[in-house]
Nanobody, 122 residues
């Protein structure tokens, strides 16, 4: 299972760090990703990272504001979010990829967490 946490209410310009814990079976050798879904919208890619922390990449909308990282010893994925804006408001989901590399495509992810709500007030 994947368990996301760390969401909450923050003002514009603020920061939050999301965490996602996973069983070792679905984490250590898998690419991981963060996605988000705003009300009435599709679930969109936010950031991805490969099994060995190489090749992190981001959606253009969050580049230079968000940082994805992982600690394989703790089976934990992180998303450090800064300079938050109201348009970042969404439910954020972590996901484990089917292979060692991450992807922008939802279909490349096999396991999904339950989501954590991030709300940015203006």
């Amino acid at each position: 299972q994947l368990q996301a946490s760390g969401g909450g209410l923050v003002q514009t310009g603020g920061s939050l760090r999301l965490s996602c814990t996973a069983s070792s079976r679905m984490f250590s050798n898998n690419g991981m990703g963060w996605f988000r879904q705003a009300p009435g919208k599709e679930r969109d890619f936010v950031a991805g990272i490969s099994w060995n922390s190489g090749g992190a990449f981001y959606a253009d909308s969050v580049k230079d504001r968000f940082t994805i990282s992982r600690d394989n010893a703790k089976n934990t994925l992180y998303l450090q979010m800064s300079a938050l804006m109201p348009e970042d408001t969404a439910v954020y989901y972590c996901a484990a990829a089917r292979g060692a590399w991450s992807s922008r495509s939802r279909s490349d992810y096999r396991y999904w967490g339950q989501g954590t709500q991030v709300t940015v007030s203006s």
